[in-house]
């Protein structure tokens, strides 16, 4: 996929077309370098998505819902003061390049017209949005700070005369009109790969699929022209697609391209990226945000583990306890034959038919110490068996528990987080948040479970934390309800709004429960539900432990599409 200059270019004109002439009337930065416009357009509201993320830069209209920070940050607010109720009058690419200009014009507090120019420069890691006063070009705010010490070229400070990125000697394709140069490199290339790489170095605005896509569109035929102003004028009128290229590779383009096993349109470039990212960015967003928490897991695993490793060895060990109580025994049987300051002496035992044992002995003690010394091992390693097995299931608890937590992280969302957060310092896990402090003596507010409704229109909830599951299950669910839950394995509570379930609401809700699991990428996923009444917590327990009866188990694989129909329809 690439999000590149000819893509843009498709969605340059989608952007115009859906909200030129719109009224900002809400900002919000939800992440640290994501921007959130909302736009009241042809009598809608859209939100513009702007991205500066290092991975995942872009700009699109999104309808995945964002939860902002109870605190703006200074960028949020110059956005606010400036382009609250600003009107979008014009969306500018500059040349192919990856950056788009939007003109605002707007009123300040002094009721004067401004003329304001956001832009979106999509750069991989060097992404960045930036706020230029139009009429001196000077730069208002920047998501991303650049100063002299990074960038010699440009600054990108509050104050700095804005400079466009360096340009590079490369052609627009959408305003070419000689085309020996690419005659030649046909000639010079006849290898599709090695073509595309070198109508990269050509032609601006061209990632890497794209100049692929090219180098097989002009090795159709000898019509070269005809063959490269037919494929950049597909850009002016896009088919959003979605590529499955073998098994694992998908790609997001504007048309379809060459060369792709199947294709799956939509509406709009950004209904597209919207699928094509939800689950990507969400992911990255929760690794960036949850990078603590997933070390304090990591680290927790990692202690258990070899807690666990070493229980089991010494566990191991108390296996020869009756060796040192045969010994003991025999010792005492025969004490005439033991003599002060010997070191070892063989004695027939009397277990395994009067066969030579050989017992190793102190010469500083007695013989009777001798035996004793041996009865005492015998009963220090029989102790320890019982503590063993206590401390091994201990800690086995705790791995499962952080094993649970782990899975928990990979499916969160963002402002799930907060709850697990909360979890595990309270847990001692994770020293206390500074916010928490302030808010010592108030009661954390826990997240709702996530809301999805199955195909005959019974709601289902899920829980996506143990805290979370906890409320879910001992406090909002009714008894005559239906729970949901992965057999044996870490997972979400699942609770159906119903009293009477149909067996298809059930198959769905047991395909949730598998997928918001650890087992979320395995087949024939076990999943256990039965009544709420049967489900209950033990004395002492971990948030979201529970113990529960009378179950029956049906075997699911997940399916990503269904779950995504069952979330759409919450929308």
Do not use: C
């Not at 927790?300 to 566990?315: A, F, P």
């Amino acid at each position: 996929m690439s999000f590149d200059g000819s893509f843009i270019h498709s969605m340059k004109q989608e952007l115009a077309d859906l909200l030129q002439t719109g009224r900002v009337s809400r900002i919000n930065q939800p992440y640290s370098n994501e921007l959130i416009l909302t736009i009241r357009a042809h009598g809608k509201n859209h939100q513009l998505l702007l991205s500066a993320n290092p991975t995942y830069a872009r700009v699109q209209v999104t309808k995945i819902p964002y939860v902002n920070p109870a605190v703006p940050t200074n960028f949020a607010m110059i956005m606010r003061k400036h382009l609250n109720g600003a009107i979008l009058t014009e969306v500018n690419q500059l040349e192919n390049d990856r950056v788009l200009h939007f003109g605002f014009t707007g009123r300040n507090e002094l009721g004067d017209q401004t003329k304001l120019n956001l832009i979106v420069e999509i750069m991989a890691r060097h992404s960045n949005i930036v706020l230029v006063n139009q009429p001196d070009n000077k730069i208002i705010d920047a998501i991303k700070h650049v100063g002299s010490d990074v960038n010699r070229y440009r600054l990108l400070l509050p104050g700095a005369t804005y400079i466009n990125p360096p340009k590079q000697n490369l052609q627009n394709p959408f305003t070419k009109t000689s085309f020996d140069d690419v005659k030649q490199l046909i000639k010079d290339y006849p290898n599709v790969d090695v073509l595309a790489g070198s109508l990269q170095k050509t032609l601006q605005g061209l990632g890497k699929d794209t100049a692929s896509a090219l180098a097989n569109t002009l090795h159709k035929n000898t019509e070269v022209e005809k063959n490269f102003e037919s494929f950049f004028t597909k850009f002016n009128a896009a088919v959003p697609t979605l590529s499955h290229i073998g098994n694992n590779k998908i790609n997001f383009t504007a048309f379809p391209y060459p060369d792709t096993d199947k294709n799956d349109h939509y509406a709009s470039l950004s209904e597209l990226l919207d699928a094509y990212f939800a689950t990507r960015a969400q992911r990255d967003r929760v690794r960036e945000q949850g990078a603590v928490l997933i070390q304090v897991v990591k680290k927790q695993l990692k202690k258990n583990r070899t807690k666990l490793k070493r229980l089991k060895h010494d566990l191991q060990e108390t296996e020869n306890a009756d060796e040192y109580r045969i010994k003991g025994e025999i010792l005492t049987t025969y004490l005439n034959k033991v003599d002060r300051g010997m070191t070892s002496i063989e004695l027939p035992n009397y277990y395994e038919n009067n066969a030579p044992l050989k017992i190793k002995l102190s010469n500083q003690q007695s013989p009777s110490e001798n035996a004793q010394k041996y009865f005492k091992r015998y009963q220090k390693l029989k102790s320890a068996v019982k503590f063993l097995n206590e401390q091994i299931s201990l800690t086995q608890e705790e791995i499962d528990y952080f094993e649970n937590i782990q899975s928990q992280i990979e499916l969160a969302k963002p402002e799930d987080l907060v709850d697990i957060r909360y979890e595990l310092e309270q847990g001692h896990y994770l020293r206390d948040h500074e916010q928490h402090k302030k808010k010592k003596n108030k009661r954390q507010k826990i997240n709702k479970p996530e809301k999805f409704v199955s195909t005959d229109g019974t709601e289902i909830l899920v829980g996506k934390n143990n805290l979370q599951n906890e409320r879910l299950t001992m406090h909002t669910a009714d008894k005559r309800e239906t729970w949901l839950h992965t057999k044996n394995i870490p997972g979400s509570h699942v609770i159906i709004r119903s009293f009477d379930p149909s067996q298809t609401t059930i198959d769905e809700a047991a395909n949730l429960a598998a997928y918001f699991s650890k087992a979320h990428d395995s087949s024939k996923v076990p999943v256990d539900y039965t009544k709420v009444k049967n489900v209950r917590k033990p004395n002492g327990t971990k948030p979201g432990y529970v113990i529960y009866d009378n179950q029956q188990t049906l075997l699911v694989t997940p399916d990503e599409k269904l779950i995504n129909k069952l979330s759409q329809t919450t929308k």
